[in-house]
């Protein structure tokens, strides 16, 4: 079975030491958002992102969404920022709102599904926060198997992946949607 961690604020420092060592290995990650339980992987590690999308049973031309933890995180990630972006993110950001980018030259196929456009999301869920201001953008695909529903604590993700997942971080039971 996956190995689960306690999320607390007091922690977050050495539980992100320990997200980062995992993703460092192609590791995959199931963490809490502001909605559902998401999968997290290296964005440009093609290893885990190839990991990603079998545990997903992920469908041909479904992009992934990326997390990040700040403004600053979108420069290796989109190729321009949109005026329309700007006020969207401007009115919208940090919060559970997902904004689709033109991709980067070179961002892989396995986040854009070719597409030649990346969904970028800066979260304000204080949990996800603290994370990715530590260990960088990650994606943030929910975590459940195509076709199936999210899934909402670390114990449905435990049972439904076991040892498909390398660390479950448990903040406790999300929102929903």
Known sequence: MATIERYAASIAPGLADRVRRVLGESGLVALPTESFYGFAVAPFDEQSLARLWRLKGRSEGKPILVLIGGRLDLEPFVRSIPPAATALMDAFWPGPLTI?????????????????SIGIRLSAWQPLVDLLRRVGPVTGTSANREGMPPLRSAEEVQHSFGDAVDLIIDAGPTPDG
Do not use: E, I
């Open 100 to 116: 689709v980018f033109p991709a980067a030259v070179g961002l892989s196929n396995a986040v854009t599904a070719g597409t030649g």
